[in-house]
């Protein structure tokens, strides 16, 4: 018959019980064998954070486009354990948000304000910051606010005054529409950047009526001359006026004028290319007045590419359209080529004509 020693059963038993006891066992279910044993460890059982934000979405009211808006979101740390906000993202570079600090007590409340550059918007107008957490329960929450923006000086169009395409020689006018928001407001003065192709004129047009409110106008005549060349233009508009709080600001005209010259196809691409491959391509010139014309010469100014011209009119007799012949050899790679090919002819105010070329020049 086996004796115990009863020395050693006194020190495995406490032992036992220690390895029961220890973090690495099921230490979080209470003893007893109660119904109240949580199924699911929550974070309020680990000790975690939570974000609870009192209203995610605020009204900021009527702005004008001159003045910051402000918001203030209000939250609390739920959780039994600290919360840290480790960042805040916007949706806009117009809206700035700022908090006190990152981490929270358990029970602790913050804000998040919020300021909004309301600069270059007009009507109404949604934003939204995302806020992230190191809570497995409420790692990010979704903040939005909105408002409706009134600008202090009007501007019709807002953005580009548009000719669109026009013939050469032909010329033409458009309006800009600029309003402000007292009896005596007026614009003082216009300009344009270039002048050798653009005026502009100002007309006081008085009181006028805008979704309801009472407006005063002043109207940019725009005339783009009918001496501008062949070509995309582009002009910027300065524009003061005598309300300090928009005392100046600018806008965009553009045009396209085109030429005697048409080509078909308008723009050459040589596709996808690697270094050593030839190409071959053929370009066709057409006067669109019907009216005779001589090609003198074709360049292409690009190291990446080897390139010869040949071109010769359809009808040597009535030269109103001509074959333009380019073949090459790629030299370098080129993600992205592009570059302009220059025609050469006696017609008017078109003796340099550019063509873009472009494709994929890869190595081999």
């Not at 910051?68 to 916007?90: C, D, Q, V, W």
Request: with cysteine.
């Amino acid at each position: 018959m086996t004796r115990r020693n009863p020395r050693l059963t006194a020190v495995l038993v406490p032992a036992m019980l220690f390895a029961i006891s220890s973090p690495a066992s099921a230490q979080l279910f209470p003893t007893g064998g109660t119904d109240d044993a949580p199924a699911v460890f929550n974070d309020e059982t680990v000790g975690a954070g939570r974000l609870v934000i009192e209203n995610d979405q605020l009204e900021m009211g009527e702005l004008f486009d001159t003045e910051k808006g402000h918001a203030e979101y209000k939250f609390r740390n739920a959780g039994s354990g600290p919360l840290t906000i480790s960042h805040i993202k916007p949706s806009c570079g117009c809206t700035v948000p700022e908090l006190e600090k990152k981490v929270y007590a358990p029970n602790e409340t913050g804000v998040i304000r919020v300021d909004f550059d309301p600069k270059g918007k007009r009507g109404s107008v949604v934003q939204s910051i995302q806020v992230f957490t190191d809570s497995t329960s409420t790692p990010s929450a979704n903040l939005t606010f909105r408002a409706f923006v009134k600008p202090i000086v009007v501007v019709e169009p807002n953005a580009v005054l548009n000719f669109m395409s026009l013939e050469k020689g032909v010329g033409d006018v458009k309006e800009i529409r600029v309003l402000g928001r007292f009896p005596e407001f007026e614009v003082t003065r216009a300009t344009t950047d270039d002048p050798m192709n653009f005026d502009i004129e100002v007309v006081p047009a008085g009181e006028v009526e805008v979704e309801g409110e009472k407006l005063y106008a002043s109207i940019l005549k725009v005339t783009l001359k009918p001496e501008a060349k062949p070509g995309q233009l582009r002009t910027e508009i300065s524009i003061r006026t005598n309300d300090e709080r928009k005392p100046i600001f600018s806008m965009s005209a553009v045009a396209r004028i085109m030429g005697d010259l048409q080509f078909s196809p308008a723009r050459l691409t040589l596709g996808r290319l690697v270094v050593g491959d030839e190409f071959d391509r053929e370009v066709r010139v057409t006067s669109r007045s019907g009216k005779p014309f001589h090609i003198k010469d074709v360049n292409l100014v690009n190291r990446t590419v080897e390139s010869s011209f040949t071109f010769e009119p359809v009808d040597p007799e009535n030269p109103v359209e001509w074959i333009i012949r380019i073949t090459g050899k790629v030299l370098e790679p080129a993600a992205r080529f592009n570059s302009v090919i220059n025609v050469i002819s006696d017609v008017k105010d078109e003796e340099t004509s550019p063509m873009q070329i472009y494709g994929q020049l890869r190595p081999q």
